[in-house]
């Protein structure tokens, strides 16, 4: 029983270790972690089936386009904080009666429902897959909620044989996770009533990311050309997009480096946008995790949910709305250009379809009012995480 216990136990702090895979993937230990993980998103993008489960459903790169996106958002970091603070007050209460020798809890919170710890788990963890919207994250968090369940099973028919009679009567008038009268008419009793809820959570919480990520396309702030989709990470810069985008593809430089055969997505951001590894290579210094930031980074990640998509790394004190500008008055902007490998139109559904291979082709930084080139620079095919999938939007 131990063993088990300790393998179901194991599952779970795997779902917070990838989980929490965007604090380790800006920290000196993302190497050691994706030598290890990196293969298995791989191998799951490489057939159509599973290549969903690597997949994002919510923007973490761009500012959330509308109010509705940004309340979500919001509502990630709240869940996550909510059920972690409330996990620490259901252990800081049983280690309190365990030091008195009062016996079982049944007090306090424990006197609404029995599981309030893994109850508090199971929010935190709908926070953290909101925070790092990966699939794969929301499939684990379903996994980590059935494994509460059987150990909260187990817990009882313990509790029950070192206290058969206090504890029956204490399982009788409270509930499993939610209090009697709630968990009565959305969890019936028995294996049937169960297994139902369970599978009703899964089609509920799939469906959810599968809407929300729908949703996010599109409200995506972007610019569409005949064989170009151009998104801005900045909502303010999409009418930068409209006067300016046509003239920019116009222009010498750009346009003998795009075939009329091939589609294109192309990245607007200021030049010191903190998180454009994750589109391509542009530059060592955009490696977040051989950065020394990892504590503000995360501090602002939870607490400041939108402050990392608007400020640059140095510091993170100086935000992007004052970015640097040109000698005539102009604004600088980078543009980053990826090859969309296998879309056949250049509609938004092929160009941030799930299966669409995105290949970095060059970047430019350019002053988007007097149209001149500043910086022209050839992409390698990766980003700087190498072969990792990383989020579209």
């Keep these: 029983m131990n063993r088990k216990k300790t393998i179901l136990s194991s599952a779970i702090v795997l779902y917070f270790i990838i989980g929490l895979e965007i604090l380790i993937m800006i920290s000196p230990f993302a190497g050691f972690f994706y030598s290890v993980f990196n293969p298995f998103l791989l191998e799951i993008a490489k057939y159509p089936a599973t290549r969903w489960l690597s997949a994002f459903f919510l923007p973490h790169m761009v500012v959330p386009p509308d109010v509705f996106l940004k309340f979500v958002r919001v509502m990630g970091s709240v869940l996550f904080v909510g059920g972690m603070a409330l996990f620490f007050i259901c252990a800081a209460q049983i280690y309190l009666s365990k030091f008195l020798k009062r016996g079982a809890v049944i007090?306090?919170?424990?006197?609404?429902?029995?599981h309030p710890q893994y109850l508090s788990l199971a929010i935190a963890g709908a926070g953290l897959?909101?925070?790092?919207?990966?699939?794969?994250?929301?499939?684990?968090?379903?996994?980590?909620?059935?494994?509460?369940?059987?150990?909260?099973?187990?817990?009882?028919?313990?509790?029950?044989?070192?206290?058969?009679?206090?504890?029956?009567?204490?399982?009788?008038?409270?509930?499993?996770f939610l209090p009697k009268p709630v968990?009565?008419?959305?969890?019936?009793?028995?294996?049937?009533?169960?297994?139902?809820?369970?599978?009703?959570?899964?089609?509920?919480?799939l469906g959810a990311?599968?809407?929300?990520?729908?949703?996010?396309?599109?409200?995506?702030?972007?610019?569409?050309?005949?064989?170009?989709?151009?998104?801005?990470?900045?909502?303010?810069?999409?009418?930068?997009?409209?006067?300016?985008?046509?003239?920019i593809l116009r222009m010498d430089e750009?346009?003998?480096?795009?075939?009329?055969?091939?589609?294109?997505?192309?990245?607007?951001?200021?030049?010191?946008?903190?998180?454009?590894?994750?589109?391509?290579?542009?530059?060592?210094?955009?490696?977040?995790?051989?950065?020394?930031?990892?504590?503000?980074?995360?501090?602002?990640?939870?607490?400041?949910?939108?402050?990392?998509?608007?400020?640059?790394?140095?510091?993170?004190?100086?935000?992007?709305?004052?970015?640097a500008h040109s000698v005539n008055g102009g604004m600088t902007r980078r543009l980053i250009f990826l090859k969309i490998g296998n879309a056949e139109s250049g509609v938004l559904s092929d160009m941030f379809s799930i299966n669409a291979r995105r290949i970095p082709q060059f970047m430019i930084d350019i002053d988007v009012?007097?149209?001149?080139?500043?910086?022209?620079?050839?992409?390698?095919?990766?980003?700087?995480?190498?072969?990792v999938p990383t989020p579209v939007f």
């Design 107 to 114: 007090g306090g919170i424990y006197s609404f429902i029995r």
């Design 129 to 176: 897959s909101i925070l790092w919207p990966r699939f794969l994250v929301v499939v684990l968090w379903l996994a980590m909620v059935l494994i509460y369940y059987f150990l909260a099973r187990d817990e009882e028919r313990r509790m029950l044989r070192s206290h058969v009679v206090d504890y029956g009567l204490y399982m009788e008038r409270t509930g499993m």
């Design 183 to 205: 968990e009565n008419v959305i969890m019936p009793q028995g294996a049937g009533g169960r297994t139902a809820f369970f599978v009703l959570l899964s089609v509920f919480a």
């Design 209 to 247: 990311a599968f809407f929300l990520r729908a949703y996010t396309i599109s409200h995506l702030p972007v610019w569409t050309g005949n064989n170009v989709v151009a998104m801005s990470i900045l909502n303010d810069d999409k009418m930068v997009m409209e006067h300016r985008m046509a003239d």
């Design 254 to 323: 750009i346009r003998t480096r795009l075939s009329d055969k091939d589609k294109y997505l192309v990245y607007v951001l200021p030049t010191h946008y903190i998180m454009q590894g994750l589109i391509a290579d542009t530059g060592g210094d955009w490696k977040l995790y051989k950065q020394h930031h990892a504590m503000s980074m995360i501090t602002d990640w939870i607490f400041h949910p939108f402050s990392h998509l608007s400020e640059t790394h140095q510091g993170m004190h100086a935000g992007m709305q004052h970015e």
């Design 369 to 387: 009012h007097e149209l001149q080139l500043i910086d022209l620079k050839e992409l390698p095919g990766e980003t700087g995480w190498g072969t």
